[in-house]
């Protein structure tokens, strides 16, 4: 009896944060139309609702009723998969991610690590995304984009081993509790530069956004996809920017705990800092230009890898011989 | 519970590396081993190898499988699916496995071995398998650890070398 | 509570499939994903031994035959590749220059 209570429970919190989640992620695609046009000095989308505000609900709509092609030449198993084994690992992500004290889906051991490893497969529905459409472009984004995301992944996985060390547990909710006083960004902000960096590059944002490099690529890895698999995609690719800011609020920024002469509930505080680790993001794609290919490897391989190296030398220096 | 959730994984391992053996097109078999990997990161979360699990998916199916369907692109597959599959030898080899497959039936079936013995950590709780483990890999079997990066690292000069497109002036 | 010898049998069949695919398939491609298969059956069993003794040896050993992956995918595909650069052919037993 018990455990049909406690299965009753979590299924009713998955069902609460995947659709909040998916609500949300649905208002980020509004969100950074907005925010483009109004860093350009447009208006932007002002035609369904107030300000556009059902604009997301059109476009989700659209996107259902049209037509799903399969183009002749794919191989049609693995094309249809790819955009779920994108979609997916995306969304598995959150059920570690602490919201607030007491809201979490579940707490493990490996906490950061299970994020870290199941991110690391949203790459496959890239590559498979690419090879299936049998397209150039497409193969040529998944290509770019599994060198990318290969490459980042360590130094994004290496950024995060100061503030682990700092927290001493990969549980992601004692990760919170060792912020109580400090943030980690003040400890470690050379991890968080390099983090935000790497997230950056894992989440193909600019100026990162090679595999999809839409002025020479058409689309890249998803040129071929239409109707609710490029849905898919498109709402992976916000999903994977909460996730990775939600990982930056959690590790760097002291998760839910606020400042503490300022009464506000957990998750009020979680939602902010989110909120403005996800401006940053939309703010850079309206201001930087794309790197080139052998650019971007450079700045990892050169630049981040030692930085984040040297990093983890002096977390582990200054903690054997002060703390 | 425990034993129903081992059938599962355990089937789904098994259905998986057949269909990765089997099939004709690289990619498919590389995607099907994937899949056994993912099945196989659960069966060790079952067995209390949380860390284990993890880096199953985050190595393997993330890193090395990510490696191959890299270098499958880099190649033509599409002439290698028309070609004939199988070696001549593969009856031989047929009958060599099956033999190979009743010598361990009967090694396993004498059984004997008494229950399991339980974790000093429970699953799921702190202090768990992620500390103990780095405990152990960093005091009892340094030297190994510090000997498998050496390894590595031989490997990766060994890879460069071998797959560098020669310069010719 | 799963006892030792289904983790054992279910790493003598994974081992037996890969050793299968090793000897019978002609594209090395395909033997080396055997052989990552192979691998991974003895992982199996080393788990299941770390299970069933509650002794963290067994986990260690897994990591390690990881690392030991992690090299032979490399070496492995770089041969691969550089031989299908060469004599773009990727199957063994046409591999024979040295055979006569």
Known sequence: MEIAAEAVIALVKIAVVLGVVSLVVAYLTYLERKIIAHIQQRLGPMRVGWHGLLQPIADGV?????????????????????????????????SVLPFSSTFYITQVNIGIF????????????????????????????????????????????????????????????????AQSDVWFVFYQPLAFVVFFIAALAETNRVPFDLPEAETELVAGFHTEYSGMKFAFFFLAEYANIMVTSSVAVTLFFGGWKGISWIPLPGFVWYALKLG???????????????????????????????????NIFLTGLVKYLFL | MELVFFYLFAAGIVGASLLMVTRANVIH???????????????????????????????????????????????????????RQWHRQSALALAAALLLAAEVWVVLGRGGYPAAQAWSWRLGQTPGNVEALGQVLYTKFLFPFEVASVLLLAAMIGAIVLAKRQITR | MVPLTHYLALGAILFLIGAAGVIMRRNAIMILLSIELMLNSVNITFVGFARQWADLTGQVFAIFVIAVAACEAAVGLAILISLNRDRSMVNVDEINLLKW
Do not use: C, H
């Open chain 1, 276 to 310: 403005a680790i996800i401006f940053v993001f939309i703010w850079l794609r309206a201001t930087l230009p794309r790197y080139r290919y052998d650019q971007l490897m450079r700045l990892g391989w050169k630049f981040m890898f030692p930085l984040v190296m040297a």
């Open chain 1, 114 to 177: 299970f994020i870290l490893a199941v991110s690391s497969l949203g790459v496959f529905g890239i590559v498979m995304a690419g090879w299936a459409s049998n397209s150039k472009y497409s193969l040529l984004g998944a290509l770019r984009s599994a060198a990318q995301m290969l490459s980042y992944e360590i130094f994004l996985g290496f950024s995060l081993i100061g503030p682990l060390m700092l927290a001493g547990s990969l549980n992601m909710q004692k990760i919170v509790e």
């Open chain 2, 29 to 83: 078999a590389a995607l099907s081993l994937v899949l056994a990997f993912l099945f196989m990161a659960g069966l060790f979360v079952l067995a209390g190898a949380e860390f284990l699990a993890g880096v199953q998916i985050l190595i393997y199916a993330g890193g090395i499988m990510v490696l191959y369907l890299f270098s499958i692109m880099l190649m033509n597959v599409g002439v290698a699916v028309r070609l």
């Open chain 1, 62 to 94: 659209k996107l259902f009723l049209k037509e799903d092609i399969i183009p002749d030449k794919a191989d049609k198993v693995v094309f249809v998969i790819a955009p779920i084994m994108v979609l997916v690992p995306a969304f598995v992500e959150y």
